[in-house]
C-alpha cells in the first residue's frame, strides 16, 4: 500500500512541475491518436453513410464484416502492420517501421471499423421519412445525404469519441510497430507498460492518471454529446 | 405551369395502386383528391411531385405550352407537405429555413422570410422552440409554413390533416382558405374527409380502384 502511496505522490509531482519527458509523452500520444482518428473519420464516416442509405449487392455482408472488425484484436494488427512495414514486406521501401507513422496507420486499421460500425448505426436510427422531407423541400441525392448525416450528427460524434477512447488506451498494436522508442514512439501507454517493468511506478502511475483522466474527459464529451442529441423534455 | 398527367400506373410487389390515372392541372386554386384510405392518393401525389417514378404512363410539365426538364430546378418550383412532416432535429425556423439554405438564399433573406411563413400558419412565436416539441397539429402547420416559404408553384398536401385534432384542423383549412386569396400557388391536395373536400375544393377529383373518376 504504502509503495503505491508513494507512487501515487510522485506521480502527483511530476504532473504539478509539468516534467517534460511526461508531457512529451502525452503530447506524442495526443498526436499520434489525433491524426488516426481524423483519417478514420474520413473514412470511416462516408463509408457508414454508404453503408447506411444506399442499397448495393454484398451490402449485409459489408455490415456483418465491420461490426466483426470492431473487435480486432491489437496485437494481431500490430503484426500484420508490422509484416507488412518491415524492411522485407511489401511496404517495407517506405521506411515507416517504427516511426510516429506506423503507429498513426495501426491506431487507424483500429478505429476505422468503430468509427464506420458506430456511424452507420447512427445514420440507420435516423427515421426515413427525414430523407424524404428532405427532397420534398429541393434537396439534392448530395443534400439529402447532409441531411441525414446532420440529424445522426450526435450519434456520429459519439461513435468518433468511443474510437478516441479506444486508441488513446490501446497498447499492443503501437507497441509492435512503434517499437517505444524513448523520446521518438514512446505514448503513455507503451511507457506505462515498460515503466511497471523496470519497477518505476511513479512515471507508470502519473500517465495512468492522465489516461484516468482522459478516459473521464471522453466519456463526459461522449454522453454531453447523447444529451445534446436528445429532444427536450424527452 | 401546367400539369398533365396521361395515364400512369404503380404497383408495389405486384398489387395495382394506380391502374389509369390521367388528369390535367392548370388553374390556380385548390384541387381536391378525394378517396378512402390506401386508395393510391399518396403515391399519386408522389408521383406528381417527382419524387417517386410511375410504372408507366407519363407527367408533363408545361410552362406556356412548352415542356420542362425534370430536373432539379423544376422539382424547387413544387413542393409537397407528408402527412407525417418528418421534423428536422432542430428549432422551428431552422426546419423552416432549411429549404430555402439549399436555395442559397442570403441569411438576411431567410430571416425575413422564415417570419412571415411562421406568421402565416400562426407559429411566429414558436420559432425558436425545438420543433420535436410541437404538438402534431402544430407540427403540421410547421410542414405548411416549411414548403410556402419557397413560395412553390404547386403545391401537394398530402392528407395534412388526418391525424389532428378538430381546432388545428379548422387553422390548416382557414390556412388553405388565405393561399386562395393570396394567389399564392396551385394546390393539390388529399383528403379522404368528404365534407373537408366540399370546404377547400375548387376543383373535386375522386380517386376509387386506381383510377381518377369524375366526382358525383
Known amino acids: 500500500m504504502s509503495l503505491f502511496l508513494v507512487g501515487f505522490k510522485n506521480a502527483l509531482s511530476l504532473i504539478l512541475h509539468l516534467n517534460p519527458e511526461l508531457f512529451g509523452i502525452i503530447l506524442l500520444s495526443l498526436e499520434v491518436s489525433g491524426f488516426a482518428l481524423i483519417i478514420a473519420t474520413a473514412l470511416g464516416l462516408p463509408l457508414g453513410a454508404l453503408l447506411g442509405l444506399k ?23 500490430g503484426l500484420v502492420v508490422y509484416l507488412l512495414l518491415s524492411r522485407r514486406g511489401p511496404l517495407g521501401f517506405l521506411g515507416l517501421l517504427y516511426s510516429p507513422s506506423a503507429m498513426i496507420i495501426a491506431q487507424t486499421i483500429l478505429a476505422i471499423p468503430i468509427v ?4 452507420h448505426s447512427a445514420i440507420m436510427n435516423v427515421d426515413p421519412v427525414i430523407r ?3 427532397r420534398t423541400l429541393g434537396a439534392t441525392s448530395g443534400q439529402e445525404t447532409l441531411a441525414v448525416i446532420r440529424e445522426a450528427r450526435y450519434g456520429i460524434l459519439s461513435a468518433i469519441i468511443a474510437a478516441f477512447g479506444r486508441v488513446m488506451a490501446e497498447v499492443g498494436a503501437i507497441l509492435i510497430v512503434g517499437g517505444n522508442i524513448a523520446g521518438y514512439t514512446r505514448v503513455m ?46 | ?9 404503380k404497383s408495389y410487389e405486384g398489387r395495382t395502386v394506380l391502374a389509369d390515372c390521367s388528369s390535367v392541372f392548370e388553374q390556380r386554386g385548390t384541387y381536391v383528391l378525394m378517396g378512402p384510405n390506401g386508395s393510391g392518393k399518396s403515391t399519386f401525389l408522389r408521383i406528381c411531385a417527382l419524387l417517386e417514378r410511375q410504372d408507366s404512363g407519363g407527367i408533363a410539365y408545361l410552362d406556356n405550352g412548352a415542356p420542362l426538364a425534370q430536373d432539379i430546378a423544376l422539382k424547387r418550383r413544387m413542393t409537397l407537405v407528408l402527412p407525417r412532416v418528418g421534423v428536422f432535429n432542430t428549432t422551428v425556423s431552422g426546419n423552416v429555413a432549411y429549404g430555402l439554405t439549399l436555395r442559397g438564399v442570403h441569411r ?15 407559429l411566429g412565436r414558436k420559432k ?21 416559404v419557397l413560395g412553390p408553384e404547386v403545391l401537394f398536401l398530402d392528407e395534412p390533416t388526418a391525424s389532428i385534432d378538430q381546432e388545428n384542423t379548422t387553422i390548416i383549412e382557414s390556412i388553405i382558405q388565405d393561399m386562395k386569396k393570396d394567389d399564392r400557388s396551385m394546390v393539390i391536395m388529399t383528403t379522404h374527409d368528404p365534407d373537408q373536400a366540399d370546404r377547400l375544393a375548387d376543383r373535386l377529383l375522386v380517386l376509387r380502384e386506381g383510377r381518377i373518376v369524375p366526382a358525383p
Open chain 2, 108 to 122: 438576411d433573406m431567410i430571416k425575413k422570410r422564415v417570419a412571415e411563413a411562421l406568421a402565416f400558419v400562426g
Open chain 1, 132 to 134: 424524404l422531407a428532405a
Open chain 1, 116 to 119: 464506420t460500425a458506430l456511424c
Open chain 1, 55 to 77: 442499397r448495393f449487392p454484398g451490402r449485409n455482408l459489408s455490415i456483418s464484416v465491420v461490426n466483426t472488425l470492431m473487435g480486432l484484436p491489437p496485437v494481431v494488427v
Open chain 1, 189 to 234: 501507454t507503451t511507457t506505462i507498460a515498460l515503466e511497471t517493468d523496470k519497477g518505476n511506478f511513479e512515471l507508470a502511475l502519473a500517465l495512468g492518471l492522465i489516461l484516468l483522466a482522459l478516459s473521464f474527459l471522453v466519456n463526459a464529451a461522449f454522453h454531453a454529446a447523447q444529451r445534446k442529441g436528445a429532444v427536450p423534455g424527452e
Open chain 2, 1 to 9: 405551369m401546367k400539369l398533365t398527367v396521361s395515364h400512369i400506373a
Open chain 2, 128 to 148: 425558436d422552440q425545438h420543433a420535436r416539441t410541437l404538438s402534431s397539429g402544430e407540427t403540421q402547420r410547421l410542414g405548411i409554413a416549411r414548403a410556402l
